[in-house]
């Protein structure tokens, strides 16, 4: 039965990168392109165990457009919760799920493992984890893989088709029609782009999709910026250089990486690297099991992937050292200098990296590259902002270590690719809404699509929980009241828990360079008089 209207709403991603979520409703049908977690901030984060803006009873079936944590990740509580239908995806993200959704709630077991043990110190009630790796292994039931540019029809009103998004393994971007009731115009058509990527990636084609949609709902990560172009051979002299510099006087070199995508990548040029004796021949420790587990998929896609035929076996390589167990990863810690360590997780939020950067972050010889999109709040993100201490498992670390960056790795398009890719799909008839990107990013890849002639009046910001109507007699959405579970001026930027823990480690530096007991009670008394005067 054709629809009178369609309701879009906002449930994640707006005005900030993680949480991806929309859902989608008419008189008949109800359902949901991705279900993501929050990361972040705490505030952000919290999200994670609030009731869902919807029933998850009444979802009649979800897209999904990767694997993505971000865009996955809550899935498993979505089920849960009560969600019996199908969740649609490609063949290469249900594979990559079967690993990665039992981890994420290993991960939540083992975090809130940790935080009872201080609530209870504290005397604070004990919370529950979002979801438990049985949760997630039990979600795995409802997947169903789809191929690629054919046509699906989860429900009468509704048809979606897959394409490929250049992104990571499985990655699409989501061809949607709706059938509607009016007579000019019988078919809604919109295009969820997912995470695009750029030009010319390692292992993937570039991105595909059609054109002529009334709305284009796109992802604005890297809006603003301009990432280094270069070919396969200056992709890996420039890493070889990253690595030698690291190296010097028995350096030990740490990359935070993400499982999927990002370790394989930088696997696969390490490999050729030490092959070709561009990098010394260090050990290479891939300590992550779920990095270890994704590899595995890779190489049982290998035949689907650009650049891997010829090497698709990655881990089973004299220069790659997995370290699957808890001992095996301790073992590292032996290690004095002359080492390459990846481990996740790539914002340095959970996994073993935290512990590697404990142990290594105090000391000059160690080097720290970031490869990947740290979001505002994260451990990743203060280190490249070049906070000079920071808090690990409860413990000050002053930051001694060299802090780099590359953005040769980078699974998102820049700028100039975005504006690419959406000019490709026009005509956009109704709206163009920038999704999934920190505000000034949105800002400038708006700004760079009216320089390139597209009116700003049918590009659309969206904050958290916006809801539009996307069928009406005008030439641009309607946008209807909703309740919010956020102030839209907190989405996206650090909030209080990390302006806090920034100025624990304030006062702790003022206190150290204070010159004696005398000036350092000073601080304190005037730090006193500070917090008398806010409780006045």
Known sequence: MPTSNVILRFCGAARTVTGSCYWLRGQTFSFIVDCGLFQGSKTLKELNYRPFPFDPKEIDFVLLTHAHIDHSGLLPRLIKEGFKGPAYMTRGTKDLLTFMLPDSGHIQESEVEQLNLRKQQWGRPEVEPIYTRADAERALENFKPVPYEVWIQPCDEVRARFWNAGHILGSASIEIE?????????LLRILFSGDIGPEHKLFHADPEAPANFDYVISESTYGGRKRTRADPKHRRMLLSQEVKQALRADGVLIIPVFAVERTQELVSDLISLRESGGIPAVPIFLDSPLAIRVTRVFEAHA??????????????????IPTETSEESKRINSVRGGAIILAASGMCEAGRIRHHLKHWLWREQATVLLAGYQAPGTLGRLLADGATSVRIQGDEIHVKAHIRQTDLYSGHA???????????????????CLTHGDEEEIKALTAALAAHGMSEERIIAPVLDDEMELLGDGASPRFRPAPRRLDPEVVGRPDWHNEFAQISLDIRSALDQAADDRSRNIVLRRLRRALEVSED
């Open 178 to 186: 709706v059938a509607t009731e009016q007579r000019e115009q019988r």
């Open 303 to 320: 035949h689907e992937l650009e650049d891997l035929a010829g090497r698709a076996r990655l881990l089973d390589n004299p220069a790659i």
């Open 414 to 432: 820049d700028g100039k690719e975005l504006v690419a890719w959406i000019e490709e799909r026009q005509p956009i008839k109704r709206a163009l």
